[in-house]
């Protein structure tokens, strides 16, 4: 029987309109920038940002 190797990103981000990106481990939202972001899971902050781009939200 084969195993299942899929990988789980686990990190999630905030992207923000502007290309900003926080870790959502790093705390709080930034208090600047607003509630206007979404909520991503990627492996790093630039593959965030191209999550962001791709689904059309930025």
Not at 15 to 36: C, E, H, N, R
Request: without cysteine; negative net charge.
């Amino acid at each position: 029987m084969g195993r299942n190797h899929s990988v789980a990103l686990n990190v999630f981000y905030r992207v923000w309109p502007d290309g900003t990106v926080q870790a959502v481990s790093d705390g709080p939202p930034l208090p600047w920038k607003g509630g206007d972001y979404k909520v991503v899971e990627a492996l790093d902050e630039a593959s965030a940002l191209e999550r962001g781009l791709a689904s059309g939200w930025l």
